[in-house]
T-cell receptor
């Protein structure tokens, strides 16, 4: 079974509709992330969460909201979808590891992605 | 073959050749770097990482080189195979928050 799952895998919706994308993980990680991927732009961070009910904005949070009610689940909502939100959306999880000297690192594990099309 | 990830986003190599994918980063405080591989229709998968106290790290058929002086990271793939065809992303982290910042990626195509 996959450690990080996303539902739905594909979604086509219309402008103005409310959409929710779900992410679940069985890795027991505290940290979860939502990214958006557009052709030629790589991965851009939308929101991230370091613990249950902890929410932090990423680079491109406008037009999105998230909810983290349980350690294993992190949902992304588009309150009123617009066509330029058409993209691939990835959820990721990580467990923070501390390095000597106070810095830290995390390897992030990604889900399979959700392809969202807004007409 | 060689590419600069941000300026030449595609790299084509012959099967069996070595591939070199390059990445420039801007934050001199970054102390942790990862290479991810993303195959078509899938999420990014971890390949190899390196910490800033190292210059080189080797995995199975892959080597990551870090040059902190010029803020440059490279991924070398030995004896490239068709299954290596994918988009490769570098990512950096440099704060206690542990956030990763991703490059735009390089599309590697391996020809038989």
């Amino acid at each position: 079974d996959a450690d990080v799952t996303q539902t739905p895998r594909n979604r086509i919706t219309k402008t103005g509709k409310r959409i929710m994308l779900e992410c679940s993980q069985t890795k027991g990680h505290d940290r979860m992330y939502w990214y958006r991927q557009d052709p030629g732009l790589g991965l851009r961070l939308i929101y991230y969460s370091f613990d249950v009910k902890d929410i932090n904005k990423g680079e491109i949070s406008d037009g999105y909201s998230v909810s983290r009610q349980a350690q294993a689940k992190f949902s992304l909502s588009l309150e009123s979808a617009i066509p330029n939100q058409t993209a691939l959306y990835f959820c990721a999880t990580s467990d923070l590891r501390s390095l000597a000297g106070g810095s830290s690192y995390n390897e992030q594990f990604f889900g399979p992605g959700t392809r969202l099309t807004v007409l | 073959g060689e590419s600069v990830g941000l300026h030449l986003p595609t790299l084509s190599v012959q099967e069996g050749d070595n591939s070199i994918i390059n990445c420039a980063y801007s934050n001199s405080a970054s102390d942790y770097f990862i290479w991810y591989k993303q195959e078509s229709g899938k999420g990014p998968q971890f390949i190899i990482d390196i910490r800033s106290n190292m210059d080189k790290r080797q995995g199975q058929r892959v080597t990551v080189l870090l040059n902190k002086t010029v803020k440059h990271l490279s991924l070398q793939i030995a004896a490239t195979q068709p299954g290596d065809s994918a988009v490769y992303f570098c990512a950096e982290s440099g704060s206690t928050l542990g956030r990763l910042y991703f490059g735009r990626g390089t599309q590697l195509t391996v020809w038989p």
